[in-house]
């Protein structure tokens, strides 16, 4: 059971991810964000979007699933992650882990997966909770919109 206050930040943190997601990707079908938080300090480790590699052209090959050639959020995000291997962490994330993606997360000090949205029938929950990694839903499907300046 989560205390009040567990509950508070996963919505915090999850809601960044969806405006980070809908701030940086410039992905026209998905706009995926992924944030990394260390569980002893609730410091952000590491920030992602989906996205082209770094300095590709932001478009999609394909509007295929599957084939849209973007780095998915949680990929980038581990990859810019700053570990300590000393803790463990919890990936917040706007929609479910896809299969490579939870492999990514298993073979990393990861002990919580939050995510907003449900992607298809994607089989990486399945593997992440095979592994014992914890996956919360959180069904935040719309963030409050920025005021106007």
Not at 49 to 76: D, I, L, T, V
Not at 107 to 116: D, F, H, M, Q, S
Not at 119 to 144: D, F, K, M, R, S
């Amino acid at each position: 059971m989560l205390s009040e206050k567990q509950k508070q930040w996963d919505e915090f943190y999850l809601k960044w991810t969806l405006d980070l997601g809908n701030s940086f990707s410039k992905d026209n079908k998905f706009k995926v964000g992924a944030i990394l938080v260390n569980n002893w300090t609730l410091i952000p480790a590491s920030l992602g979007y989906n996205g082209r590699g770094a300095g590709r052209p932001n478009e999609r090959f394909s509007q295929e699933q599957g084939k849209s050639g973007y780095a998915h959020a949680e990929m980038n995000c581990l990859a810019k992650a700053s570990w300590d291997h000393s803790c463990d962490y919890t990936l917040y994330v706007a929609m479910t882990p896809c299969l490579a993606c939870a492999a990514l997360i298993i073979n990393n000090p990861i002990t919580r997966v939050v995510y907003a949205s449900l992607y298809e029938a994607e089989p990486g929950l399945e593997e992440l909770q095979a592994a014992n990694v914890e996956c919360t839903y959180i069904p935040l499907l719309t963030i409050p919109e920025k005021p106007l300046l």
